[in-house]
Structure formats: C-alpha cells, structure tokens
C-alpha cells in the first residue's frame, strides 16, 4: 500500500497527538511532533536568556539549537543540543511564551525546513497548526481537530496532573484561549484550517471513536493513492 503523509492541524489541547500517534502506531508510520519543536526552541530562549523581541539574538541563538527526536522504551521523546527536554518542554513556563515564539519567520523557516526534510519519505503522521496549509501542503489527508474549550481545559488539566505539573484549571484555560488568538491571528502561517481539509469536532468522542474515523479515512486515501 502507498505511503502517505498524514497531517493534523487544530487548536491547543484537543488530541492532536493523541490522535497523531495513535495513527502512527496503527500504520507503522513515524510520527512527527511539530510543536515540540516549537516548545524545544522557547526553552532554549528562556534558559539562554535570549530576548525573542531582538531578531538579530533570535538569529544567533537559532545557530545554536539542534533538536532531534528518539524512540525510547515506545515513547517519543525531545532532544534539544543532546538533552532529553521532553518533561521540561511541556511546563507552563514554556506554554506562556512558545506562541510569541513560534510567530517569529526565522524561527519557523527553520523548523519547517527540518521538518519537511523530515517527510520527504512519506509515511509520516504529522501534528501542529501549519501542517496542512504550509509544511507539507500535498498531504493526502488532511484533518483539522476541534473540541470546545472547556474540554479540551480538562483534558490538559488531568494530562498536565499526570506528568506531575502543577497548573490551575483556570490558568490552563486561559493559556489555551491565549495560544489559540495569537496562533490563529499572526501574520506567518496562522492556524487555519486547509481548504482540503476534514473537520472532526471530538469534544463528544472517545480516543478510539477518533481513531477509527481518522483510520477509515486514511485507509479510503491509501486505497486512491496510486502506488
Ligand atoms: O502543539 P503544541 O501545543 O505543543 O504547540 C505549541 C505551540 O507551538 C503552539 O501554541 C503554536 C506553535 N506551533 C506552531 O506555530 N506551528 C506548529 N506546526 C506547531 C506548533
């Protein structure tokens, strides 16, 4: 069957890579975290104290970032310059400043170029929010999650509590509200659902409800992708 390249775009916190890595699981694909990439670069520019308003230390610091991704024991895990940052990455710190810094250009001309090089054997499940529209607009499927927000807050809250990180169901919600304006309204790839794009709303589906959607639809597109 033709490998294809599979790309999920939508709204914070509402399944995207539980979706995404389900996927990948089922089809032996690989999976491609593409906000982590984001998160890894925010990190760095936090730890490194890099002003993210001056673009000549954006420049500078993006010279010194290198993020890979592994497989360890089933888990896909974030290096950034050698370093599991895959627990630090997901803090609320790095939330509260990863959308200005994902609304850079240089900083996403760099990640989407990895990111493609990245796809160029197909076979890959992709999740972000320019997937669709910029990095690999020649997906095969593409699918555009939604959920409402109180949902998705309580999704994040109990994802966040399991990982052991503390944050207020309130300061989650307005985090992902925050997130969802400047990810949607900046001016370099904003979120938007692609015109080929299938919309599935999960707020009232289980992870296997979704993940059989998204499989059927998938399978249907293997099936009219010529080999
Ligand atoms: O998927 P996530 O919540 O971990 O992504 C974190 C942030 O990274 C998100 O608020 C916006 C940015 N992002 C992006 O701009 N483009 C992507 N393809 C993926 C994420």
Redesign the pocket.
């Known amino acids: 069957m033709k490998r294809i390249i599979i790309a999920i ?1 939508g709204y ?2 509402c399944g ?2 539980t979706l995404a890595k389900g996927l990948a699981k089922s089809l032996h694909y690989a999976y491609l ?4 990439m ?2 890894a670069v925010t990190l760095y520019f936090l730890d490194n104290q890099v002003d993210y308003n001056d673009p000549a230390a954006v420049l500078e610091a993006l010279r010194h970032i290198e993020i890979h991704f592994e497989r360890i024991e089933g888990q896909n895990r974030t290096f950034l310059n050698g370093r599991d940052v895959e627990h630090d990455i997901r803090e609320m710190r790095v ?1 509260d400043h ?2 200005p810094v ?2 850079i250009s240089v900083v ?1 001309r760099a990640m989407v170029e990895q990111q493609q090089s990245m796809g160029r054997r197909r076979g890959i499940v992709a ?5 669709g529209t910029v ?1 690999f607009p020649d997906a095969e499927l593409k699918i555009f999650l939604t959920a409402d927000v109180d949902v998705r807050t309580s999704r994040r809250h109990l994802e966040l509590a399991a990982k052991g990180i503390d944050a207020e169901w309130d300061e989650i919600k307005r985090n992902l509200s925050e ?1 969802d304006r ?2 949607s309204s900046r001016a370099d ?1 904003p ?1 938007r659902k692609a015109d080929d794009a299938v919309v599935i709303d999960n707020t009232l589906l289980s992870e296997d409800q979704q993940l059989e959607k998204a499989l059927a639809l998938a399978k249907s597109k293997m099936d009219q992708t010529p080999g």
């Open positions: 775009d914070s916190s995207k890579s975290d593409s906000g982590a984001y998160r939330s990863v959308s994902s609304a996403r999740d972000g929010r320019d997937i990095v997130r400047i990810d790839s979120l």
